[in-house]
């Protein structure tokens, strides 16, 4: 039993439910309590304890009906189609024999028809009994022996690392290799070159029951399919989308994209959002003053706060969204904005010419829209970055202080215009830090158009950044600098 | 007494059927929770919108077992000296004035410093012993030999600190003091612990881990009708009805605050005040301020009112 509770947990956690060993204790604890004979039963307490979330109890909720349904529908459906095929069998055979005999009845002689009548019954028994393993066991039709095969041979070729749909006929002819399949095969070709009538029977027969034995393993690819790999496939499509090329992602990932981002930003503010720094004003905290002073001899000389302050960077985006690079900024911005809970302040500015502030728009509207919104403003025109440091100096210097992380994604190309380098010295040396952000590879930085090489001289971090993991590790120091 | 909450809580249908006598109807899910959580001895994460009645849960779990019910309300700023224990400062400094001027007669016949400071010793650590202990409600759920009912409620609006100031209680129930040890809950009593959020943030997922969970959702049609029956017996069938059916049909619409139970209940009271005997646009018009909280959901809701109303009364 504890071996099934096991091999749920497995499942809930392909399906994206977190749980740990200790819930798995837990569930077990539980099971001893509630047992396994009222369904229902078990089912909201399994989900009590192992998932924790709305959308994880959803999950469970299609987890438990597909994994607990399993044996119960399979032993079920088994039996009432073989005996249904049986009824169909004896039929099907019965009719095609009387007929058959019927004809050359009729052809023969006129007085047959009592015969013809009683031909069913004179139907000679299958005394032949099949040779390999698979075909005796089809035709003792055992059910539960033959699930336990079907399960144990599953088990033996790894169905359950099934991980794209189009393995499906590849694990199912596996399978059926594994529960000998091949031994079966061999034999009723063997059995058909045989001109014997119970040899010609047999292998009627045993191939019948073939074909539905493979039905039902596909059947039960299908299902280990859904258990087990449609989660892990997504796994696996997320892993990819976090290394490919930001531009070369296309228009259909953008949600699975968003999946991942929003995803990512979690796990940078569980790191983060938990660096605190003590105040140095506000209410006294008693407790800690008395504790801490009284090494000093109960003097009030090393005075605590209660109040913590959570230090959180001041970000200003200035994103470059001409074509060639809007791909890239709409990910940033992405990533900045699923930061909120750690970066409350950030302050975002589009150009390709000229600068406008998108703060609003990106807080307001959902990506897809800001993005078409800014790309409509501000997307058409020719690259000027120039122009757009001289814009940032007029509006925004002022908010600029020490505290300020200013982060520039673009790729640098001037247009051969005036780069103004000089206004991003002035920004350097005003705020913490500038992040500058690269799509391009470092090879073409300098060929070109390209004005890299004099921004980076006023810059205190330059990076090549195409992926989501590149974008990941910048935010991630990002955050991790301040301090 | 164990063995009478033992009966109480013997099956998820006991539990039911208790709950409901007690004005709480509870679906199998609840029922189910409060049934592992006394068997299995685990804390209770509740979650779920406002006004579905997390926190009368507890209650009435706590009427239900006739055990006191000891509430921790968090929020943003609580600490240890707030929940657990506070030692009593003002306590201790009288004490240390007293000990002050006594101090000639406690030393004397003592030689040299390190008999005084012999002497000194002698008086151990009595300034952070029980006497000077402020318990706190953790502590005093600990402390109480009954066992009790903790709720902790609106977890979420504490702060990170303390999610794992909690996690020790609620995994083993004891709560470690440096200067006086550790404090365990009398083993055959344990309280029973609830805690509820209104999802506000994440709660950390070793909190979670150590807690059951349990979301109860809004109620569908014929449990909110039930609920309001058990709540509030004198409204006419007819009227409760259409009262439910508007409020599931409001629960659709796109609102930035939806009623809860909670607000279908105080409905349906001012509806009796009223002496009204079936809904109509206008009685509905007027009393639409009890349901809906917010000025924007008023104006949105109000040219479709009628229509709202109209399918209300259909539907029964």
Redesign the interface.
């Known amino acids: 039993m504890d071996q099934t509770l096991v091999e749920f947990v497995k499942t809930l956690r392909t399906a994206e439910i977190?749980v740990?060993p200790?819930?798995t204790l837990?569930a077990m604890?539980?099971i001893d309590?509630?047992g396994y004979e009222d369904r229902?039963?078990l089912k909201?307490?399994l989900?009590?304890?192992l998932?924790?979330?709305?959308e994880e109890?959803e999950a469970f909720d299609t987890c438990f009906e597909n994994f607990f349904n399993f044996d119960h529908f399979e032993d079920n459906d088994f039996l009432h189609q073989d005996d249904d095929d049986n009824a169909n069998d004896g039929d099907g055979d019965g009719d095609g024999d009387g007929d058959a005999s019927g004809n050359s009845e009729e052809g023969g002689s006129g007085g047959g028809q009592g015969a013809s009548g009683a031909t069913p019954e004179d139907f000679p028994e299958l005394t032949l009994q099949p040779q390999s393993e698979l075909g005796q066991l089809l035709m003792s039709g055992d059910r539960n022996r033959l699930t336990v095969a079907l399960v144990e041979a599953g088990r033996e070729v790894g169905v359950t690392d099934i991980v794209v749909f189009t393995q499906k006929g590849l694990y199912t002819r596996k399978i059926m290799d594994a529960m000998g399949g091949k031994a079966l095969g061999e034999e009723i070709t063997e059995l058909q070159g045989h001109a014997g009538i119970q040899q010609k029977m047999l292998s009627g027969t045993l191939k019948k029951h073939r074909d539905r034995l493979r039905d039902r393993v596909r059947d039960y690819v299908e299902k280990q399919f859904f258990l087990h790999a449609d989660e892990s496939g997504k796994q696996l499509r997320e892993e990819l989308l976090k290394k490919v090329k930001l531009s070369n992602i296309e228009k259909r990932n953008f949600k699975d994209v968003q999946e991942v981002v929003v995803k990512m930003a979690k796990k940078l503010i569980s790191i983060h959002?938990?660096r605190r720094k003590a105040f140095k004003r506000g209410q006294l905290d008693?407790?800690k003053t008395?504790r801490k002073n009284m090494q000093y001899d109960?003097m009030f000389f090393d005075i605590k706060w209660?109040?913590q302050k959570v230090d959180r960077p001041k970000v200003m985006a200035i994103c470059d969204v001409s074509g060639s690079v809007s791909n890239y900024s709409r990910f940033l911005l992405m990533f900045l904005y699923s930061l909120a809970?750690v970066l409350p302040k950030v302050r975002s500015f589009a150009f390709s010419s000229d600068l406008g502030e998108v703060t609003d728009l990106f807080e307001h509207s959902t990506l897809e829209d800001a993005m078409a919104k800014t790309m409509r403003d501000f997307g058409n025109g020719s690259t000027d970055y120039g122009q757009m440091l001289a814009d940032f100096k007029s509006h925004c210097m002022n908010d600029v202080n020490n505290k300020t992380t200013v982060i520039i994604l673009g790729d640098a190309r001037n247009n051969y215009g005036d780069p103004k380098n000089e206004v991003l010295r002035e920004i350097y040396d005003k705020c913490q830090r500038v992040i500058w952000l690269n799509p391009e590879p470092k090879m073409s930085w300098s060929v070109g158009d390209s004005e890299m090489k004099k921004y980076a001289a006023a810059c205190h971090q330059v990076e090549v950044c195409n992926s989501l993991v590149h974008l990941e590790r910048v935010v991630g120091n990002l955050l991790r600098n301040v301090s | 007494m164990a063995l009478n909450n033992d009966d109480r809580l013997a099956s998820?249908d006991v539990i039911q059927q208790n709950f409901e006598s007690r004005n709480y109807i509870a679906n199998?899910?609840i029922a189910?929770?409060v049934f592992?959580a006394y068997?299995?001895g685990?804390p209770?994460?509740i979650?779920g919108p406002p006004g579905v009645g997390k926190t009368e849960l507890a209650k009435t779990t706590a009427e239900m077992l006739d055990l006191e019910c000891v509430r921790l309300q968090c929020y943003e700023?609580l600490?240890e000296?707030k929940a657990i224990y506070?030692?009593k400062?003002g306590k201790q400094l009288l004490y240390?004035q007293v000990l002050k001027e006594t101090l000639n007669e406690v030393l004397q016949g003592a030689k040299g410093l390190s008999q005084s400071v012999e002497k000194l010793h002698e008086f151990g650590d009595i300034f952070f012993s029980n006497e000077f202990l402020e318990p706190r409600p953790l502590l005093k759920a600990l402390r109480s030999d009954e066992g009790c009912v903790l709720l902790i409620d609106e977890v979420d609006k504490s702060d990170?600190e303390f999610e794992s100031l909690l996690l020790e209680m609620l995994s083993d129930f004891q709560i470690s003091i440096p200067e006086i040890g550790t404090i365990k809950a009398n083993p055959d009593r344990k309280p029973l612990v609830f805690l509820t959020s209104n999802n506000t943030?994440e709660i950390s997922?070793a909190l979670?881990?150590r807690c059951?969970?349990?979301?109860i959702?809004f109620p569908d049609g014929d449990l909110e009708k039930q609920i309001i029956h058990a709540r509030v017996p004198e409204i006419a069938d007819n009227l409760r009805n259409q009262l439910v059916n508007f409020v599931q049909e409001l629960r659709e619409l796109d609102l930035k605050k939806v009623p809860a139970i909670s607000e279908t209940i105080d409905w349906a009271r001012t509806l009796i005040l009223l002496h009204s005997e079936t809904l109509d646009q206008d009685l509905v018009n007027q009393t639409l301020n009890v349901i809906l909280k917010f000025q924007e959901d008023i104006e949105s809701v109000e040219p479709e009112l009628a229509t709202l109303t109209n399918k209300a009364l259909k539907d029964t």
């Open positions: 977190k740990s200790a819930e837990d604890a539980c309590k509630v229902e039963f909201n307490s989900a009590l304890v998932s924790k979330t709305p109890k959002s938990k008693i407790r008395l109960g209660k109040a809970e | 998820v199998k899910q189910t929770a592992l068997h299995l685990k209770v994460l979650e700023g600490d000296s506070e030692w400062y240390t990170h943030r997922d979670k881990r059951l969970h349990l979301y959702p």
